[in-house]
């Protein structure tokens, strides 16, 4: 029972998957919480195969009961929680005028009030046991608001300031509080964001990220207790440049992302 407890959200794919697998190969017990039950059931029996210990909570952020039950039950079974990271979230990349009202609810209690609500659910047991790791992915449009991205990047915004500012009120707790930040992520994410670009070449391989990549990136928060960590480093630049030349940055969007056709060009599409 002296193993760490890890409770993983969005463990049905992508981020939150491979963090799972991560967690478990380093000696984790693993909480695997999603909407999708089949998918989490089918992860827990891997990782058992593999040597590790998984719990399966299929849990809806949007949902506070469902929130505190995912919490109730971790600590039921394990009496700890020593690591949250919280990868559930999505977005709709369209047009603000495109988005239905229903939808956009839905993605603000999602990926930033559900992160809110788990991260309050948790905190009185890390204070309690005095440590504690809160992770969340969250993204580079935390940083830099793109077209099409104004919901996503609401989000994101959001809960990079909750990041800051929780992190200064846990001061001396002894509980640590990161944000992680990575550009584009081949993962499930495009086929649920609704997106009718012209191209799905709007990012090239060589900026393009894994799961794992972003999992690994999860296990050096961890181990080097680091606040943020934004990747690949070459997006700092990008972050860069939006504060100090937002006009120009303004200008580059304005020219590379618009309306043709009742459709969203994105870049690259300019020569065609």
Do not use: C
């Amino acid at each position: 029972m002296s193993q760490p407890v890890a409770i993983i959200t969005g463990a049905s794919s992508g981020i939150g998957e491979a963090a799972s697998r991560a967690l478990s190969s380093n000696g984790y017990r693993v909480v695997l919480a999603a909407r999708r039950k089949e998918r989490l059931t089918s992860l827990a029996s891997q990782i058992r195969e593999g040597g590790g210990e998984a719990l399966v909570v299929p849990t809806d952020l949007g949902q506070l009961e469902q929130i505190q039950h995912l919490v109730e039950s971790t600590l039921r079974t394990y009496d700890r929680i020593d690591v949250l990271v919280n990868s559930a979230g999505y977005g709709k990349l369209v047009w603000l005028d495109e988005q239905a009202q229903a939808g956009i609810q839905d993605q603000i209690q999602v990926s930033l009030i559900g992160a809110i609500q788990i991260t309050r659910e948790i905190l009185p047991w890390m204070i309690a046991q005095s440590g504690g790791h809160i992770i969340h992915i969250t993204s580079i449009a935390s940083w830099v608001g793109v077209p099409t991205y104004s919901i996503y990047a609401a989000t994101k915004f959001g809960l990079r300031g909750f990041l800051e500012s929780l992190r200064r009120e846990l001061r001396g707790t002894g509980i640590i509080v990161s944000g992680i930040f990575p550009g584009a992520v081949d993962t499930e994410f495009d086929q649920h964001a609704g997106v009718h670009w012209k191209t799905t070449r709007v990012t090239p391989n060589w900026l393009l990220l894994t799961a794992d990549d972003v999992a690994h990136q999860i296990l050096k928060v961890i181990e080097k207790k680091k606040d943020n960590a934004i990747i690949p480093g070459i997006m700092r630049l990008a972050i860069w440049a939006n504060a100090h030349f937002p006009g120009a940055v303004s200008w580059l969007m304005a020219k590379y992302f618009y309306r043709k056709e009742g459709k969203t060009v994105a870049w690259r599409d300019t020569e065609e």
